[in-house]
């Protein structure tokens, strides 16, 4: 088992980042943007770069948190996009070493019945076939997408889509009504129990809602089962890696939010990733 996180919502250069991960102790980050743009969508220039800094810091990139499908595109348009953000993403992931890589199921079409499931399950099985000819596994997460809606959709996906593994992140289903339960929101570890058998990764995220809004919390303090998860995790044998996706203060999806000072980011960033150690270390 191996810790690591999205080291972004610390710092938006890569010097952050790894500063905010050496400081941990930790080996890995899970890359999503570096000043602004995903790993996979920034230059030539800039990812060479990165590539250089993180060589000389000794720091690895475990997983790519790409934007490949995810909750702001629509099924009903091209799958070009998608189709450009793999063929980059495949050369870098190979150039860092990296086995790993977080898509989705394309945005949740609202107030109708035809979510175009058939389309959905095409294209991530062209994604899968892509990634998995690379020697890279691709892992669905259960966030604001078809997947996400309920444990149901995201064993359909399983079920139509060969191989496909998953990441599970504690904080989403905190955010999205219960599908099966009208005026509810989901259970996490519902949701967790029923998709377990195909996890492959783990996010930790954790929050409550109040007031018709999701207010993000440090592990433990909200109503994602991180304890729960986590407990069954190790004791089932778990050995893959811890990811944190803190979200406190600056919420990286959600725009014309106030954003904190760097500093404050990057203190949160670093106390969240100590109290999820802690957490582990009091269930083992």
């Not at 004791?235 to 944190?244: E, L, N």
Request: some cysteine; aromatic content about 10%; proline content about 3%.
């Amino acid at each position: 088992m191996y810790m690591t996180g999205f080291a972004d919502e610390a710092a938006n250069s890569i010097e952050g980042q790894i500063k905010a991960t050496k400081e941990l102790g930790w080996k890995y980050i899970e890359a999503r943007s570096v000043n602004g743009a995903n790993i996979h969508d920034i230059s030539d220039e800039d990812f060479d770069a990165v590539c250089g800094k993180l060589e000389e810091a000794g720091i690895k990139i475990n997983c790519f948190g790409s934007a490949i499908a995810n909750w702001g595109k629509d099924i009903r348009k091209p799958f070009d996009a998608d189709l450009e953000q793999i063929n980059r993403a495949i050369p870098r992931m190979k150039r860092l070493g990296t086995s790993l890589i977080r898509i989705m199921s394309y945005a949740v079409i609202p107030d109708s019945e035809e979510q175009y499931s058939k389309e959905r399950f095409r294209r991530l099985r062209e994604m899968q076939r892509m990634f998995s000819s690379e020697g890279i596994t691709m892992v669905h997460e259960n966030c604001m997408n078809y997947g996400g809606i309920s444990y149901k959709h995201t064993l359909e996906l399983v079920e139509n889509v060969p191989g496909l593994k998953l990441v599970f992140d504690t904080g989403n289903p905190v955010q999205t009504k219960d599908f099966f339960r009208p005026g509810k929101m989901q259970s996490s570890y519902e949701f967790y129990s029923n998709v377990k058998e195909h996890i492959a990764y783990i996010h930790i995220k954790d929050g409550v809602m109040k007031d018709g809004k999701t207010v993000w919390t440090f592990p433990g303090e909200g109503e994602g089962d991180v304890k729960k998860i986590l407990a069954d995790l190790l004791a089932s044998g778990y050995d893959g890696g811890i990811s944190i996706e803190p979200h406190i203060d600056v919420v990286y999806h959600r725009q014309g939010d106030k954003k904190p000072e760097d500093a404050l980011r990057y203190e949160n960033y670093v106390k969240y990733g100590r109290m999820t150690e802690e957490i582990i270390k009091s269930l083992k």
